[in-house]
Structure formats: C-alpha cells, structure tokens
C-alpha cells in the first residue's frame, strides 16, 4: 500500500477570529415535564413532554461566515395506560 501524501499548497488554513470562536461555544436549555394519575390502584394513566438538543457537529462549518451548524434538537410527547 502507498502512504497518502497531500500537497499543503492545495489546502488553504481557515482564520479563527473572535467571533468564530465564540460561535464554537453553545448554550441549551431542556425541561420534561410528566404527569401519572393513578385511576384505581391497579391502572394508571401518564403523560410525559420533553425537549432536548444535541451539540453542534464540529467536524463541519457553513460558509461563508466559517460558523458551527446549529444544535439538532428534538421534542416527544409519551402517553399511555399503565
């Protein structure tokens, strides 16, 4: 097998300015919220509501402002008889 060689004239460096890496930094916020009612002491009803955000993938940027794509998040809504 032949060792890759890359030629450092094709890739240019990226400037990280103060405002670049501020928005390497983030901040979240997530809540969840249930509920159970227990109708006879042997059946429950529930009800759970929740959010949730994932860090930003750092392996990737959008140009042209060189900036961290934006956390994924997610919502669910759980219910049922218990």
């Known amino acids: 097998m ?3 060689t ?3 004239g094709r890739f ?3 400037d990280f300015t103060d405002e670049i890496a501020d ?3 983030y901040k ?3 809540y ?12 429950s009803v529930f ?7 994932a860090a930003p993938s ?3 940027i959008i140009l042209p402002d060189k900036k961290l794509p934006p956390p994924t998040n997610g919502e669910t809504n759980d219910y049922g008889l218990g």
Do not use: Q
């Open 23 to 25: 928005s390497l930094s």
């Open 6 to 8: 890359i030629d450092p």
């Open 32 to 43: 969840t919220v249930g509920a159970v009612y227990h109708l006879t002491p042997k059946f």
């Open 2 to 4: 032949r060792p890759v």
């Open 47 to 53: 009800y759970n509501m929740a959010n949730n955000n």
């Open 28 to 30: 979240t916020t997530t």
């Open 58 to 60: 750092n392996n990737s």
């Open 12 to 14: 240019k460096e990226l």
